[in-house]
């Protein structure tokens, strides 16, 4: 069974630091594109970083450049999220996703076939 599990996530003070991961279980990651999406209610699913199979290419929205960092050892079968300098417009429930797609970066959600469970990350004081 093809799954991604995620940790990381919690509470942090804006201007916080956390780190997410999202380890694959059930296959490699070698051939897989991979993209960090969050979800805050009330709001569609946004994505915020994206990595393709190599990491060689890498995407991040504008609100989050020069504050996260995505990043993946393939041969952990682990890809990360780093979120530094983090605002409390950042809060909400951050998923990882997976597509079979070598050498490209995919950003629709709706491409997406594999999720992890989510993880909730909240910043406040």
């Known amino acids: 069974q093809l799954q991604l599990v995620q940790s990381g996530g919690g509470l942090v003070q804006p201007g916080g630091s956390l780190r997410l991961s999202c380890a694959a279980s059930g296959f490699t990651l070698d051939d897989y594109a991979i993209g960090w999406f969050r979800q805050v209610p009330g709001k569609e699913r946004e994505g915020v970083s994206y990595i393709s199979s190599s990491g060689a290419s890498i995407y991040n929205r504008d609100s989050v450049k020069g504050r996260f960092t995505i990043s993946r050892d393939n041969a952990k079968n682990t890809v990360w999220l780093q979120m530094n300098s983090l605002k409390p417009e950042d809060t909400g429930i951050y998923y990882c996703?997976?597509?079979?797609?070598?050498?490209?970066?995919?950003?629709?959600?709706?491409?997406?076939?594999?999720w992890g469970q989510g993880t909730q990350v909240t910043v406040s004081s």
């Open positions: 996703a997976a597509v079979r797609r070598r050498a490209e970066l995919v950003f629709p959600a709706g491409e997406y076939d594999t």
